[in-house]
């Protein structure tokens, strides 16, 4: 990831200067905004490389400020789909698509989604006793002498062993894993099950696409009632993680300025980024966030109209929270915008 603009970057390419989002919503961490992942629920059975849990305060606040719940959550990046799981567990949508290209995660998805295949697998992992000879065992065999659900297995299993979490090619053992339990650090398969049998039970809130997501996108560019949330492989630090790391980018954002829905992106802070959200007209807003390793880092949030941020403001500062949310809990912070570092609703620093 490249890091921030230098100050003639920002004045020179970026019209709107990148407002930070210097303080948040529930869950995140007083002044400094960053969220406190600890507080979120943890619904994906990956731990998944770029995943977006941080995000997940943040993601309740745009879907609840909607006048109306969205029909349809898509999300063409899915990855470990930690916002569309959400989104569907909490209500924030009535359905989710999720979407992803990558055959290995996709059998995982497959098969949890599948009216017998999910029981089998949490069964699989419940059973499966951990040794190094028995990772290795599972690891060498061949994709082609595995059905769906045992891939599926492999997939996880991989996930769980493999540094990282990285599932892309080249990826290596972890060694010595954390509090010294090597390998089995971060395996947890009852933890796996109850998550995998959560999912299963709002299987029909759920659907998983195969499939390339900017066609998924393509499909549904017309139609007003889905949103979008769009989390695709960085431009740098993609390629090492992602089996699919070639995005066109460029192809993406223009696809975006004629979604008719709502749509929310993340990206890396880069330069190549800024340059198209500005060239279509998309507001910008950076937002805190800590790496795997605690550093803390930024990450830009893209947006049509990204007024909610203020607007929920406004929202929790009168008490109430959007019309169809009622009932659901706060939709921000009680502290005043001012107090939180935020900028004032109506001082919106857009082009
Ligand atoms: C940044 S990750 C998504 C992480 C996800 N938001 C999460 O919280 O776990 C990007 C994902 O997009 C997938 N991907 C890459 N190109 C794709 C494409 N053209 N269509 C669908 N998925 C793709 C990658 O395999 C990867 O899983």
């Known amino acids: 990831m490249s890091g921030l603009a230098t100050a003639s970057d920002r004045v020179a390419r970026v019209p709107n200067a990148v407002p930070s989002w210097g303080s948040g919503p529930e869950g995140t961490n007083g002044g400094s905004g960053i969220v406190n992942v600890a507080s979120v629920p943890q619904r994906s059975p990956f731990r998944y490389p770029g995943g977006k849990t941080w995000l997940v305060p943040h993601i309740r ?3 609840k400020s909607r006048p109306r719940r ?5 999300e063409p990046f899915a990855g470990g789909a930690i916002v569309g799981l959400t ?3 909490e209500d924030l949508v009535q359905f989710v698509t999720l979407v992803e290209k990558d055959d290995d995660v996709a ?4 098969s949890i989604l599948h009216p017998h295949q999910g029981r089998w697998l949490a069964e699989r992992i419940v059973g499966f006793e951990l040794t190094p000879e028995s990772v290795r065992r599972e690891l060498g065999t061949p994709r082609c002498k595995l059905s769906l659900r045992e891939r599926a297995f492999k997939t996880l299993l991989r996930n769980r062993v493999q540094r990282g979490g990285i599932l892309a090619a080249g990826s290596g053992l972890m060694k010595e ?3 010294g339990r090597g390998l089995a650090s971060r395996w947890y398969p009852e933890t ?4 995998i049998e959560a999912i ?4 029909r809130k759920l659907a998983f696409r195969h499939d390339d997501g900017m066609r998924a996108i393509e499909e549904n560019v017309a139609n007003p009632e889905v949103a979008f949330f769009v989390d695709p492989p960085y431009t740098v630090a993609g390629r090492r993680l992602y089996t699919y790391s070639e995005t066109d980018h460029p192809a993406l954002f223009r696809m975006m300025a004629r979604v008719a829905g709502d749509f929310l992106m993340t990206y890396d802070n880069t330069a190549e980024i800024r340059r198209l959200a500005n060239r279509h007209g998309f507001e910008m807003r950076l937002v805190p966030m800590k790496s795997t390793h605690h550093a803390e880092m930024t990450e830009l949030l893209i947006g049509r109209d990204l007024g909610w941020i203020e607007a929920v403001h406004r929202i929790a500062v009168l008490g109430t929270t959007a019309p169809w949310a009622e009932g659901r809990g706060r ?3 009680t502290a005043a915008p001012a107090e939180a570092g935020l900028p004032f609703p109506g001082r919106r620093r857009s082009p």
């Open 61 to 63: 606040r745009w879907l």
């Open 70 to 74: 969205p029909q349809e959550l898509i």
């Open 331 to 333: 939709a921000g912070p």
């Open 177 to 179: 894993g954390e509090n």
């Open 87 to 89: 989104a569907a567990f």
């Open 192 to 195: 796996l099950r109850r998550r």
């Open 200 to 203: 299963m039970a709002i299987r």
């Open 107 to 110: 059998a995982v998805w497959q």
